[in-house]
């Protein structure tokens, strides 16, 4: 078993990492070129930057939507301060990036984390029962959604009880295992699923906002193809 988790925390995290970090990044520079793209085809290239900044501000920290719908808005937070985190500053966590990221990284004490943790667990619980509890929610989800929660509550899950052994009724070393494994998993599928939002949530507004500039020479295209160039608009 030792072994096992051995090539699980070593090669197949540093392969993980590896995926998640280019695949972001190929993410991210894809998005770029796209707004780039756009933003040298259109006719009119005033980008109102302050505007987008505030709209882009106010969609990374959506406050707006507690009044909306206050539990999965607060169970939204709670699980991000969670997952964002205790897998970059626990003490365990710590030991494996700085391993492959050297620098300083700062340890969490082990009460906060368990605090996060069980914080993020409950948030993660009530989000998975809103999807699938709540018709106009549940309307809107597919499998995947669904099957992502999961994943991330099963690595949550197996995290904290690996961080208690004493709490667990399976072999503490088969949990621990199964917590590396499932975080390995998280990390190849954060950049091939909806959850690359973590990198590309920052250039939504921009997207949109260059969405409704057209290119120019538009109006004259559209009139071209109905064959009406020579009416007066
Ligand atoms: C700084 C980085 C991140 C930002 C700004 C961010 C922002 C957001 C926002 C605004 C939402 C929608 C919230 C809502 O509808 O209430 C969301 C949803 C979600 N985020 Fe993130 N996120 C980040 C990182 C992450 C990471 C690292 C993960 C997982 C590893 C993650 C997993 C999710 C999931 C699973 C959902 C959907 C929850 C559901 O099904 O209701 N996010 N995120």
Redesign the pocket.
């Known amino acids: 078993m030792d072994a096992w988790i051995e090539v699980a925390r070593g090669p197949l995290f540093r392969i993980s990492l590896t995926i998640c970090m280019l695949g972001l990044g190929y993410r991210f520079a894809v998005t770029v070129g796209q707004i780039i793209g756009a933003w040298r085809r259109a006719g009119d290239r005033r980008v109102p930057v302050a505007d987008v900044a505030a709209a882009t501000l106010k969609?990374?920290?959506?406050v707006r939507?507690l009044r909306i719908?206050p539990l999965?808005?607060v169970a939204?937070f709670a699980?991000?301060l969670g997952?964002?985190i205790v897998p970059l500053f626990l003490a365990g966590h710590v030991v494996l990036l700085s391993g492959v990221l050297p620098g300083f990284w700062p340890t969490l004490p082990a009460s906060i984390a368990d605090g996060l943790t069980i914080a993020a667990v409950t948030a993660l619980a009530v989000?998975l029962g809103?999807?699938v509890t709540v018709a106009a929610s549940r309307s809107l989800t597919r499998l995947h959604?669904a099957l992502?929660?999961l994943l991330?509550l099963a690595m949550v899950v197996f995290g904290f009880v690996a961080a208690h052994p004493t709490v667990s009724p399976f072999p503490a070393r088969t949990i621990l295992l199964l917590h590396v494994l499932l975080g390995n998993l998280?990390l190849v599928v954060?950049p091939l699923s909806?959850?690359s939002?973590?990198v590309l949530?920052?250039l939504t507004q921009l997207v949109f906002q260059l969405g409704w500039h057209f290119p120019a020479e538009s109006g004259r295209h559209v009139a071209i193809a109905l064959a009406k160039e020579n009416e007066p608009v």
């Open positions: 969609w990374l920290v959506p939507l719908r999965t808005s939204s699980f991000h997952i964002l989000l809103a999807r959604d992502i929660l991330l998280v954060i909806k959850i939002h973590c949530y920052p």
